[in-house]
């Protein structure tokens, strides 16, 4: 047995010294506190804030601008492209190369005055009256899906009349894509092109809330806002961790006005922050992010097929499915991103079509799916844009899980070479997935395939003479390595060194190594605990401060109230003098009517004669008296 962990440990030394890890993600470039795929210095000049919204801005030359999203995937591979562009038009009197990251925050108002949802976007702008006009937009990939070279969409644009370049050499050097062998799905494993690093299930947990908080942040008001709220729902009747906080996501959706993107986008931030871990952990950026959001949720809706349910929800097979679709379809930034995995699932691609044919194993058949999708992308990126080293990106690879490997493909036998099943055991790749996004201890407890890990535990313990001989001796030796690396990997928690992997000894030395190993778990254990703890605290905190908030607005809000109240009290004080008074006038104005009435009828009324003779008198008298003498 200890013959047998010196050449375990050795071969899972050899397996580390000779991986590559290999990402298509280009360096990120820091300028004025923003991430941009360009060099501050460079050909490429750098907008930010509202100089991202050219229809504002008077031009005083043609503007040739892309618009992308810094974690979106073909924007990372047409960079090098777009930078070519800029080197041809350096110091040109008459065409200005710029980009815009709608990605950062202070840039999305303007990206959504430019009506920009799909990344990367090229256009070009011409100075107008009241600022920049859009002349056209320039596509960079041709009617098939592949992506232009700076030549092609040089010789494009000086076919739509852009004034030519300075250096129009500059489009055939740099983006140096040479061919290198690229494995075909079904070949034996090769080169690892992932980082060795074991991350626990919450770990992704956590990754996940990221991805999903990206989604949500690329909601532009465009989609129908009903689907925003059936993404987040969904998150939150499937989740594994912190439930409560997606359903306080939901809450906040449904009272805020899914009109205003902005106003979306800044109460899905503010949620974030209810969340201790804001960085990535393993993931370089948020399409990384993303895909552990689908995976969990994979394994989540499996998980409740075999009866394990961590939140009082749970959706069905055809409802996850559509999840998935509607999630990519109406939030994906990446633009091509989207049209692949759209033209995948209507094509029925990676046995999309099977998970719902019958009812039996339709959870199995969609994590699967989603495995194989996740596979063939990443196929698909490395003969796309391979390195100049052929690496291996299947996953699970073999030093991950030597288990998943079929052993006849192990040994250099090819199957199927262009199908991906051929090269793993399903059913270990299949409790591998669970264990990784649900978590060891649920797949130990309830995970029907047990028996069989055990089993293969079991022929572990076969003779032990074939140790002595080279690693690579035949088939059955492969396949016991494998079978007891598996069930290693699936009944030990929280593993991290290579000797876990290898096998356990009853050797004094390996009991004081288990037992130091055992310390250090706990220990590791105890931090996540604390950990969580501080994280719970922080949580509290959180919702303390946003209710003494809450609680301090409502106080102000009474107190306005109050002062309302008393306005309108003496409003009302004043009214009814104002009615008193009215009712006095009224009654004064009555009295006067009444007495003028009866002074009226008065006047009206027959005199005595006698004093009417008496006034004609008077009146004749003054009449005589008044006519004037004449002459004599």
């Known amino acids: 047995m200890g013959g047998r962990l010196i050449l375990c440990s050795a071969l899972l030394l050899r397996a580390e010294a000779e991986t590559v890890e290999w990402s298509p993600r280009p360096p990120i470039y820091e300028h004025l506190g923003q991430k941009s795929l360009y060099p501050p210095d460079g050909t490429v000049d750098l907008l930010s804030g509202s100089h991202c919204d050219l229809s504002k801005r008077s031009l005083g030359r043609t503007w040739l601008v892309e618009f992308y999203h810094s974690s979106c995937p073909h924007c990372w591979y047409f960079a090098p492209v777009f930078r070519q562009l800029g080197a041809a038009y350096r110091g040109s009197e008459s065409v200005h190369v710029a980009a815009c990251n709608c990605m950062e925050k202070e840039n999305q108002k303007a990206c959504d005055a430019m009506q920009i949802y799909r990344y990367p976007t090229v256009q070009v702008f011409q100075a107008g009256e009241e600022g920049a006009k859009k002349l ?143 960085k990535h952990l393993f993931c370089k950026d948020e399409t990384c992010a993303v895909w552990q959001l689908f995976h969990v949720m994979a394994g989540s809706v499996a998980a409740a097929q075999f009866g394990l349910r961590v939140n009082s929800g749970g959706a069905t097979v055809a409802e996850a499915m559509d999840f998935f679709r509607q999630t990519v379809d109406h939030f994906l930034f990446c633009g091509p991103c989207r049209e692949h995995f759209l033209n995948a699932y209507e094509g029925c691609s990676y046995g999309r079509c099977e998970v719902l044919a019958s009812k039996q194993d339709q959870a199995k058949r969609l994590v699967l799916w989603l495995w194989r999708l996740h596979n063939g992308v990443s196929l698909r990126v490395l003969r796309e844009h391979p390195p100049k080293e052929a690496v291996d990106r299947r996953w699970p690879t073999y030093r991950d899980c030597p288990g998943c490997w079929n052993p006849r493909v192990v040994t250099g036998e090819v199957i199927e070479e262009e199908n991906l099943d051929s090269a793993f055991d399903l059913e270990r790749v299949y409790g591998f997935l669970l264990s990784s996004y649900v978590g060891e201890e649920n797949v130990e407890k309830h995970l029907a395939m047990e028996s069989k890990v055990l089993m293969d535990a079991d022929a572990e313990r076969n003779p032990i003479a074939q140790a002595a001989q080279p690693w690579f001796v035949g088939p059955s030796m492969l396949a016991m390595l494998g079978a007891a690396s598996f069930a290693l990997f699936t009944l030990a928690r929280r593993h991290s060194h290579s000797n876990q992997r290898c096998g356990v000894t009853s050797d004094p030395e390996s009991s004081e190594a288990q037992l130091e190993r055992r310390a250090r778990d706990l220990e590791e254990q105890a931090k996540r605990q604390e950990e969580t703890a501080r994280l719970q605290m922080h949580i509290l905190e959180v919702e303390m401060r946003r209710c003494e908030q809450e609680l301090l607005q409502s106080h102000s809000k009474v107190e306005a109230l109050e002062k309302e109240l008393q306005v309108l009290t003496e409003e009302v004080k004043s009214k009814r003098k104002s009615e008193g008074r009215a009712a006095t006038l009224q009654d004064a104005v009555r009295r006067h009517e009444i007495a003028v009435r009866a002074s009226f009828e008065d006047s009206e009324a027959p005199r005595p004669r006698r004093k009417k003779e008496k006034a004609q008198g008077w009146f004749s008298c003054c009449a005589v008296e008044a006519t004037p003498k004449k002459r004599i």
């Open 136 to 278: 056209f937009e320039v596509s960079h990939t041709d009617k098939d899906g592949r992506a232009k070279s700076a030549a092609q969409l040089l010789a494009w644009l000086e076919e739509h009349k852009l004034p030519k370049p300075l250096h129009p050499e500059a489009t055939e050097q740099g983006a140096d894509f040479a061919a290198a062998t690229a494995l075909a799905p079904g070949a034996p494993p090769g080169r690892p092109g992932w980082s060795w690093e074991y991350h626990a299930e919450d770990e992704r947990w956590a990754e996940a809330h990221l991805g999903l908080i990206a989604l949500l942040k690329s909601y532009n008001g465009r989609q129908p806002p009903a689907s925003l709220l059936r993404v987040a729902s969904f998150v939150a009747q499937n989740c594994l961790h912190g439930c409560d906080r997606y359903h306080l996501l939901v809450e906040r959706l449904h009272s805020a006005d899914l009109r205003d993107a902005t106003t979306v986008r800044e109460e899905v931030e503010r949620w974030g922050q209810l969340f201790g871990r804001r």
